[in-house]
């Protein structure tokens, strides 16, 4: 069974400060994929980052940055000087296979103040 | 950018009523997903679509729920009679094998 925590249920901020997101995950699968999605207000989910289970090495895009540690199962998300376009709910997201299902932690809700 | 199309974006029904849930997802895709997220919850699988039969389906996607691939380009998820619990975001989603996982901009329904 696969199974996300997410343990920060809401992050408050000031705006340039930054931020990290923590992800927690269990599968008994050698092969999985990992994925963070971003949903704004308006409801969409937003795709954010897709980062393989061979894949270790940490990837930064913009502002965003990801932190993926296969010995400790976490995949954590910074926000490096932090906007009030990025207050979103933040969703960390597991699949086993290329083309299974996603399983889904309960969300971080992050509200970046001006 | 391709992207996956839900409508309606938002309905309104009455208990007891059935819906149907349209999407269009990306056209060379082909495994395709729905996922449900009640309010300020976590979002959750439903069921997942390959070869036009079901390959995967949770627990929540009792026999309310059918879905169906009727012509080739729609998806559609098929609510029978609604209940006051069913009120949610529904997401349609669709894959191609290794590549990105699309989600729709979701439908939201709301059952009175």
């Known amino acids: 069974a696969q199974k996300v925590t997410q343990a920060q249920t809401e992050i408050s901020v000031v705006e340039k400060e930054d931020v990290t997101l923590d992800c927690v995950y269990e599968t008994r699968d050698t092969t999985y994929y990992l994925f963070w999605y971003k949903q704004p207000p308006s409801g969409e989910l937003v795709f954010l980052i897709r980062?393989?289970?061979?894949?270790?090495q940490n990837e930064i895009s913009g502002r965003y940055s990801w932190n993926f540690q296969k010995s400790t199962s976490s995949f954590n998300f910074t926000i490096t000087a932090s906007q009030v376009v990025d207050s979103a709910v933040y969703f960390c997201?597991?699949?086993?296979?290329?083309?299974?299902?996603?399983?889904f932690g309960q969300g971080t809700i992050l509200t970046v103040h001006p | 950018e391709p992207e996956v199309t839900q409508t309606p974006s938002h309905q309104v029904t009455q208990m007891g009523q059935e819906v149907i849930l349209r999407c269009v997802p990306i056209s060379n895709h082909l495994y395709f997903y729905w996922y449900r997220q009640i309010l300020g919850q976590k979002v959750e699988f439903l069921v997942s679509f390959y070869n036009n039969e079901i390959s995967e389906k949770s627990e929540i996607f009792d026999d309310q729920f059918s879905v169906e691939r009727p012509d080739g380009s729609n998806f559609t998820l098929k609510i029978r009679s609604t209940k006051l619990e069913d009120s949610a975001m529904y997401f349609c989603?669709?894959?191609?094998?290794?590549?990105?996982?699309?989600f729709g901009s979701g439908t939201r329904l709301t059952v009175v």
């Open positions: 989603a669709s894959s191609q094998e290794d590549y990105g996982y699309t």
């Open positions: 997201a597991l699949r086993p296979t290329s083309y299974g299902k996603l399983t």
């Open positions: 980062r393989n289970s061979f894949d270790e």
